[in-house]
């Protein structure tokens, strides 16, 4: 009876459902408790850049966004959802990120006080910074974290006096424009230095920036550099192929050698670029290439050489020309053409980091052969203004905030020749069918068999 009873339709029926219900629940309970996302969009659209992760990873404490927008935008809909979408993103890899929506229209003086001006107006706040964000995108939103996360005083000076290139200047030459405004964009404050002027290099002075100098400098001014590295500065020194005006002895202090020439690259002519421009495409491992993949130019850029027996650590960070050389010829509108006698075959270096432990504090350098890789007429090529922020993180020790940029595009585009086009065409309307109507004939001959 009891064999009868366990082997009844019915019962099985019903530890079926009990095996299933409890299958169910445990995995349910498994989902909430250990969460496993897999973002299987063609261009990984519903995930953050590995930069951006690794930036939320160092910021320690919570994040407020606080979003003061109305129910319905009259051009974008429903702008709350789209807002909460997006930070659900950076809250997968921080939790303590919170977000807050307000009603400018139900609370008018919370709006006024926070000096809201837009429909959709973020305040992010982090370490008891704040800073106010008028559109929404992985880039804006990284750098705006970027510029919070900066907890000391991050002030960049750049030598001025001789002719120099300036850091906040709008000419061609200048560097204003495009890495001069990215500085800026991620927290650092720039200020001129004179040195005829200025006493010593100030002791605010997180990074100093060197271009080339039009004029000699003064043994004086000479001297305070020498000083400003003597007791630990850390330095950004963007070179050209032109004399030095008083600068040899900076090099020396460095134990670097700046050979002449300058270099052909016969890869920028295979890209329609001048062959003298250098074109940096991969990178020997380093803090500030360690996840740089991107394309970078440099005109007419110079060798760069050091002594092996040296107090500095020296790290080659740029290496190009594999196949091109080190020309002695510097006029700029020759054909360049490879001399047996004089020219140096590549590859060459152009861009060095350099590093050394000094009154308990490591010293950073960082030496590029081409001035020009950084100007307003030359940044936007490439990552140019990438590699340079990355520098500028490096040189002012923040190592976790060096990133690359926010995802491009894929192709998702197929090109197919016009035999491509045909076999597929033939395949889907005369191959299938009759693949379909042999395989039903055949099973209807089974049948009648």
């Known amino acids: 009876m009891l064999r009868k ?60 966004i606080t979003v003061y927008a109305t129910m319905q935008d009259a051009r974008l809909g429903d702008i709350r959802k789209i807002i909460a979408e997006f930070v659900s993103l950076y809250q997968r890899y921080k939790p303590d990120l919170r977000l807050v929506f307000i009603d400018p229209a139900k609370e008018p003086e919370k709006t006024r006080a926070a000096r809201i001006q837009l429909n959709g107006e973020m305040v992010i ?48 030459h200048d560097l204003g424009l495009l890495f001069g405004a990215k500085l800026k964009q991620n927290g650092f404050k720039i200020a001129e230095l004179n040195l ?93 290439t360690g996840l740089f993949n991107l394309i970078t130019v440099y005109p007419w850029a110079r060798p760069l050489a050091w002594n092996e027996d040296s107090d500095w650590r020296h790290h080659a960070l740029v290496e190009v020309a594999a196949r091109g050389w080190i020309s002695q010829n510097n006029t700029k509108g020759d054909k360049p053409v ?36 950084l100007a307003n007429s030359y940044a936007g090529n490439g990552g140019n203004v990438d590699m340079g922020i990355n520098m500028m993180n490096w040189l002012s020790g923040d190592d976790q905030l060096i990133t690359i940029p926010p995802r491009f595009a894929k192709d998702s585009k197929i090109v197919l020749s016009r035999t491509q086009l045909t076999a597929i065409s033939a395949g889907f309307l005369i191959g299938l069918p009759l693949l379909l109507t042999g395989f039903g004939g055949y099973i209807w001959w089974r049948r009648r068999a």
């Open 125 to 172: 706040e982090y370490a008891g910074r704040s800073e106010h964000l008028t559109q929404i995108n992985e880039q804006t939103l990284t750098s705006t974290l970027l510029r919070l996360s900066h907890t000391r005083d991050q002030t960049v000076m750049y030598l001025t006096g001789h002719g120099e290139r300036k850091l906040d200047g709008s000419a061609n």
């Open 5 to 64: 009873l366990f082997n009844s339709t019915s019962l099985r029926n019903l530890l079926f459902v009990l095996l299933l219900s409890g299958a169910a629940t445990g995995i349910g309970y498994l989902a909430s408790r250990h969460p496993v996302q897999h973002d299987l969009t063609f261009n990984t659209s519903n995930s953050l850049e590995p930069a951006s992760i690794a930036a939320l990873g160092k910021l320690t404490g919570p994040v407020s």
């Open 196 to 288: 005829a002027i200025a006493q010593d290099v100030p002791v605010n002075a997180r990074v100093l920036v060197i271009t080339q100098p039009q004029l000699d400098l003064m043994p004086g001014e000479v001297e305070k550099l020498l000083r400003y590295i003597g007791r630990g500065g850390n330095l950004l020194w963007l070179v050209d192929a032109e004399p030095l005006h008083g600068l040899e002895r900076l090099a020396e202090k460095l134990d670097m050698q700046l050979p002449p020439g300058i270099i052909i690259d016969p890869a920028a002519s295979e890209m329609n670029a001048p062959a003298t421009w250098s074109l940096g495409t991969s990178y020997p491992p380093h803090a500030i």
């Open 338 to 373: 490879f001399d047996k006698q004089h020219d140096t075959p590549g590859p060459a270096i152009i861009a060095l980091a350099l590093d050394r432990n000094i009154n308990d504090l490591e010293q950073r350098i960082v030496v590029v052969g081409s001035g020009a890789f």
